[in-house]
């Protein structure tokens, strides 16, 4: 199987960076795609951002889109989440999570089978 561990997260104020990291172990890293997600309290999980195996191929959701960027480094078993910008509704536990996703389905959390514990990035005004 597959272990993720997040980091990264913590406190800042709206209009700052911060990058999250996944550290991978167990199965071979580069065979699957990663993705990341984020639940605030009250609210669905919801889909963030998505890379192929290689790195060459990236998705985003529209609330993150020209903000977030994600990236891979294989040779390191890691996947990054560069946020810029940052807004309040960006408050949440963000998760990363691997899998072999249906292209068509790469955005629905139940088509990944690892996931990590999460970080929590709190946003202020």
């Known amino acids: 199987q597959v272990q993720l561990v997040e980091s990264g997260g913590g406190l800042v104020q709206a209009g700052d960076s911060l990058r999250l990291s996944c550290a991978a172990s167990g199965r071979t890293f580069s065979d699957y795609a990663m993705g990341w997600f984020r639940q605030a309290p009250g609210k669905e999980r919801e889909f963030v951002a998505w890379?192929?195996?290689?790195?060459?191929?990236?998705f985003y959701a529209d609330s993150v889109k020209g903000r977030f960027f994600i990236s891979r480094d294989n040779a390191k078993n890691t996947v990054y989440l560069q946020m810029n910008s940052l807004k309040p509704d960006d408050t949440a536990v963000y998760y990363c999570a691997a899998g072999t996703p249906e292209y068509r389905l790469r955005g629905m959390s139940s088509e990944y089978d690892y996931w990590g514990q999460g970080t929590q990035v709190t946003v202020s005004s």
């Open positions: 890379i192929n195996w290689s790195g060459g191929m990236t």
